[in-house]
């Protein structure tokens, strides 16, 4: 018996119709490129090697963001191999940035505008604290000093081209005397401490955490005239200046942008970050808190940034150069580059700048 031979009229399955089949090379086409383009990319990620960046940095409480930003690897995604190098003061670190390779640091406007003043090629990229008070005059009170203007005619200890420097002609100001009325001793950071302590000075210009540590180990003696809400000053990002602008600039902004999301985080958990940073500033997570109070930790460039750094370097021009003497102002804005914090987050840019269309 014979078997009916199939017809060629039976309709096709599914995976048998051209649409089908076209649908699946699409599809598996997608799929290779897709593939091909991740591991490429990943190979490059791979491959492509750390940018070194030396960071000048001085344990203090609104220095944090930048080592907050290390230890939890913010900067090696952004690809950078951050190098700390200590500094006592920020003058120095200052100084410090004409040595070869890629080279940052922080310090505070009184020093920026000194060392702009003297002429040091430097470049601002953002303001990466902002800090009210936190430095003091201190001063023995076994001396019979009870007022500030009773420091009239005493020793007075400084570290010059620092915001030791600069507070203490503010603050000379505010109580209506002379930067002559006393004797200004000047010395490095390190030793105002023990010179206080020894009797070389009768009271210091310094900051935190400096004075709370001169108070611990000498109870009951040291008073303060300071932290009256006055002072408002802050703590610059700031780079070499080379002739050529564009330079490095990729690099600063991948800095920037773990600066910010470091500051963010210490101010979304400072209990925490308090806890983590407290060894390496050298106090205790509860002085360390208690310093952050009077921080903000927004990373940010502003006209009030400009400001700041005009007046420091006005008052350090006019003070040791006195033929400056109603010359014009030092040219700041071109010490400032807004350009890595804009590609890095725009919004934190409130600075009316040439670089800015």
Request: charged share 20%; hydrophobic share 45%; with cysteine.
């Amino acid at each position: 018996m014979c078997q009916a031979l199939p017809s060629f009229n039976t309709p096709r399955s599914a995976a048998m119709r051209p649409g089908f089949m076209v649908t699946v090379v699409t599809v598996l086409v997608i799929v290779t490129v897709l593939g091909f383009l991740w591991l490429t990319g990943h190979l490059r990620q791979v491959k492509e090697p750390l940018i070194d960046v030396h960071f000048t940095l001085s344990p203090t409480p609104f220095n944090v963001t930048a080592r907050y930003a290390h230890d939890h690897g913010f900067f090696l995604e952004e690809g950078l191999n951050v190098i700390f190098e200590p500094t006592l003061t920020g003058y120095a670190g200052l100084r410090g940035l004409s040595q070869p390779g890629v080279r940052v640091t922080a310090a505070a406007e009184s020093a920026v505008g000194a060392a702009i003043a003297d002429g040091v090629p430097i470049k601002v990229l953002a303001s990466v604290a902002s800090i009210i008070d936190l430095v003091v005059i201190a001063y023995r009170k076994d001396l019979g000093i009870h007022r500030f203007q009773e420091l009239a005619g005493r020793r007075i200890g400084i570290a010059s081209r620092t915001t030791s420097d600069y507070y203490l002609d503010v603050m000379l100001e505010l109580k209506g005397m002379k930067r002559e009325s006393v004797t200004i001793v000047s010395m490095p950071l390190d030793e105002l401490g023990k010179a206080l302590k020894n009797g070389t000075v009768d009271a210091i210009s310094i900051w935190s955490p400096h004075y709370e540590r001169i108070r611990e180990e000498i109870p009951n003696t040291i008073g303060i005239f300071g932290n009256e809400g006055l002072y408002h000053w802050s703590w610059l990002l700031t780079v070499r200046d080379d002739d050529d602008d564009t330079l490095n600039r990729d690099t600063y902004t991948r800095l920037l942008r773990a600066m910010i999301r470091a500051g963010n985080a210490i101010q979304a958990r400072p209990k925490v970050a308090a806890d983590e940073l407290a060894p390496w500033v050298e106090t205790t997570p509860q002085i360390l808190l208690g310093m952050w109070s009077w921080c903000s930790f927004d990373v940010q460039l502003g006209q009030s940034v400009l400001l700041q750094i005009e007046n420091a370097a006005r008052w350090y021009q006019v003070r040791n150069f006195p033929d400056a003497q109603g010359s014009p102002s030092i040219d700041v804005l071109s010490a400032i580059d807004p350009v890595p914090l804009r590609l890095a987050d725009p919004i934190r840019v409130q600075l009316i700048h040439p670089a800015i269309p």
